[in-house]
């Protein structure tokens, strides 16, 4: 199992602390034995303080030393193919053998900050991330040369995955023989479909021989359902008010608690915890158990979003102490 972090930033304090506290989280999860820990690149939302990963990562590996680090992901619409080979090939040259670049196809927010960090709108069309996926593998390979060589990057290319909440990637990375990680932690009723389209497209490569599946999931882990419930709270009121335009940092559970919530709003909340995993270690572990039947994932990836960075250190001390160990891969 594995770990996504968006550095939340809680009301109250300040994206310096939400950094910190992403950092005290990276040594304990490495400490607890979880595989790989990534940040995901978002831009224009108070709540997530993670909006540049390779400054984050170079951060992350300076204060760990075995947890695989990477990009959960970097939205490639965003950026000059040349830019993320030179970033991400500086932290493999730096960290060799611990660094993943999870690219994703979406922006990661509204299009016009998109445009302020693009600077064009070519580029941002869902349409040409083939073509900017396969220039940036060539920075890595140099397998086309040509006049631009990506130093660091050419020959030291980080782990590739593409990551997606949609057939499109998925069908990409089989086709490419790349590991596919689905974001299941807010597109589950997408998830079966794409991991389906993802190992009937799949083409053996050099990276693998066959399908890899790592599937993201919001866990919340307390001593009981009650106290998990209560928790996950604030995460719920802030996907609402983002889905609905008015983004903030992350309320305290009383606030989240007290928010006068209308019927169409608690029902959108209900369906975004639908297959998620939430409670004490016996009830997430049969909700991660039956994900990962009904999946057949490889990997599982979770993402706890709560506010206070102590909740979210205990939540994975639980997961790895009381229900890590009885997870087993059916395929």
């Known amino acids: 199992m594995s770990v996504l972090d968006l550095a939340p930033v809680a009301k109250g304090t300040t994206a310096g602390a939400a950094l910190q506290a992403t950092t005290e989280l990276a040594r304990r999860t490495e400490e607890l034995g979880y595989h790989r820990f990534w940040v995901a690149e978002h831009h224009n939302m108070p709540a997530i303080a993670s909006s540049a990963p390779a400054v984050l990562l170079a951060h992350l590996a ?8 990477g990009s959960g992901g970097v939205m490639l619409p965003n950026h000059a193919p040349l830019v993320v080979a030179e970033q991400f090939g500086t932290l493999e040259a730096l960290h060799p053998g611990r660094i993943d670049l999870g690219i994703g196809r979406a922006p990661g927010t509204d299009q016009v900050t998109a445009l302020a960090l693009r600077r064009t709108m070519e580029g941002l069309s869902a349409e040409g991330f083939p073509r900017e996926l396969d ?24 782990a590739v995955w593409l990551l997606g909440s949609s057939g499109f990637s998925a069908q990409l990375a089989g086709l490419l023989g790349l590991p596919f990680s689905f974001a299941h932690h807010f597109s589950s009723q997408n998830t079966l479909p794409a991991l389906a389209l993802y190992r009937q497209n799949f083409r053996p490569s050099r990276w693998l021989d066959k399908p890899y599946a790592m599937v993201a999931v919001n866990a919340v882990c307390a001593e009981t359902d009650e106290r998990a419930e209560w928790l996950a709270g604030p995460s719920a009121l802030s996907f609402l008010k983002l889905r609905s335009g008015r983004p903030e940092p992350l309320s305290t559970p009383e606030e989240a608690a007290a928010y006068p919530y209308t019927e169409i709003e608690r029902e959108f909340v209900l369906q975004r915890r639908d297959g998620q995993a939430m409670g004490s270690p016996e009830t997430v572990r049969r909700q991660l158990t039956d994900l990962q039947e ?7 990836m979770l993402t706890t979003l709560v506010y206070d960075v102590q909740d979210r250190v205990r939540s994975y001390e639980l997961i790895a102490e009381h229900v890590a160990g009885g997870l087993r891969r059916t395929a």
């Open 62 to 69: 300076a204060n760990t030393s075995t947890i695989r680090l």
């Open 135 to 158: 220039d940036l593998m060539n920075y890595f390979s140099g397998e086309r040369p040509g006049q631009i060589i990506a130093t660091p990057g050419r020959g030291e290319q980080p």
């Open 294 to 300: 009904r999946t057949g994932a490889d990997e599982l």
